[in-house]
């Protein structure tokens, strides 16, 4: 019998009203894998108001109880119990590959010890006031209740990051987990609970794809939820922005990515290949930092497009719990006609396919890889997410950094070169949150949070700036005076 995954409100398994549910399919087999319990807007306000009462008193507890939860929580996770629990719900819920359930499982372990060194941050200031006699301080308040919106495409580390910056902060959460990976999702609120974390502090939903957008919409508006951040699509992200703004309320955004991978001609073109088609590949490209385009100088095009071909060619997408691949399918058969879409509308209009059949099985893609990509082609502008890389080719250092920055996306990027002037000459005008100089675009640091620059790849950061807000106490002297009136 596949396993139900209930809410989780106010410290307790219950089940939605009303009994609804929904089914959880394996993208890969079709299968039924799941049912999760389907939240109504009645469990989402039970819901909202046990995180309001729990922070009421969540929010005066000492800086060291909430990092003991945090690393006690790590501990938990590092055991075999939540290894198991992860990789298990990864393989059923998104057809996983194992080394990408390792990888989910081992990074969430060291965001929830980043998350908790954190505490460190949210020290104020103290400073003589501008008035004689009188000082200043200024306090690290936290909002209240927070909305958190995780994505199915990595594990439980981004549900994680969705809840633990807003929590060590003195905040409580809501968490909506994505439809897709209910109890991926649903091991955070499992393992806090067994960490210590009070009841109503974190609360878990999960809603149907049907009644999320509704419900979604009616979570952000309620008069009780001051804070909301979202991972995920640039098309949904504009959304939850919208309603927002609509109730003047602040939004954490880290959506979409196109990240660009500039070549120049004096790079270790060996190293530059398997970074690119390693951060091209890994997750199925299901990665918001996938490396999407290669922009690479035309002396050492032709080169480095061979290696990344003979690299790439030995990836196979496929079950890789019955025949060894390394890829797994898709999250879905619209994803992975997307995919194929892509391909062929750039075939159509000059693109050259140097590796992959232009074709889809259900929902295996494999690994393609395409030159001869212009500017202005819907596979140059749009998100693929998808194991597909493609090529332009440059002339100068000018032309690589206005082809890097010719996209809506901003989140990370990479720029390849030995040469220490041409790191400064091009690495700082690259329009991303993050530019890692001969490393992968897929990186991430546990101290400093992914972030866009702005727009299609979003706005703000998971840290203690965005989950806090400034408390300014201004203490007068009793000597103040009072000219004009008095």
Known sequence: MAPFTPLY??????????????????????????????????D?????????????????????????????????????????????????????TPIWGYAC????????????????????????????GGHVQVRRKPWGVVFGIAPWNAGPALAFRAISC???????????????????????????????LPKGVLNFLSISREASPELVSKIIAHP???????????????IIAVEAAKNLKPVVLELGGKAPAVVLDDADLESAAKAII?????????VCQSTERVIVQRGVAEALATKMVALAQNVRAGNSYTDGAKLSAVFSEPAAESIISLIKEAQDEGAVVLL??????????????????????????????????????????????????????????????????RIEAVAPEINAGFTNINGPTFHRESLIAVHGFGGA??????????????????????????????
């Open 9 to 42: 409100i106010d410290g307790q398994n219950v089940p939605a009203t009303g009994d609804a549910t929904y089914e959880v399919r394996n993208p890969l087999t079709g299968d039924v894998v799941g049912t999760a319990a389907a939240a109504t807007y009645e």
């Open 44 to 96: 989402s306000v039970t819901a909202i108001e046990a995180a309001h009462r729990a922070f009421k008193t969540w929010k005066k507890t000492t800086l060291d109880s909430r990092r003991d939860i945090f690393n006690k929580a790590a501990d938990l996770l590092a055991g075999d119990k939540y290894k198991a629990k992860i990789a298990i719900a990864l393989k059923e819920e998104v057809a996983a």
């Open 105 to 132: 499982w081992l990074a969430s372990q060291g965001d929830l010890r980043a998350s908790a060194s954190m505490i460190e941050r949210l020290r104020g200031e103290y400073f003589p006031s501008s008035t004689a």
């Open 166 to 196: 807003a929590i060590l902060c003195g905040n409580t959460v809501v968490l909506k987990a994505s439809e897709a990976t209910p109890r991926t999702h649903a091991v955070v609120a499992e393992l806090f609970e067994e960490a210590g």
């Open 224 to 238: 009780l939820v001051r804070h909301v951040n979202f991972t995920g699509s640039d098309r949904v992200g504009k």
């Open 278 to 286: 390693w951060g091209s590949m890994i997750n199925s490209g299901q």
């Open 356 to 421: 992959g059949d232009v074709t889809r099985q259900g929902t295996l893609v494999q690994p393609h890889i395409v030159k001869n990509v212009k500017k202005g082609m819907k596979i140059w502008e749009k998100e693929t997410f998808g194991p597909v890389v493609i090529i332009a080719e440059v002339d100068t250092l000018e032309e690589a950094v206005e082809w890097a920055n010719a996209s809506d996306y901003s989140l990370t990027s990479a720029v390849w070169t030995q040469d220490i002037d």
């Open 457 to 486: 790849s979003g706005y703000g950061r998971f840290d203690v700036d965005a989950f806090t807000e400034k408390h300014v106490l201004v203490t007068h002297s009793r000597d103040r005076q009072y000219p004009g009136v008095f």
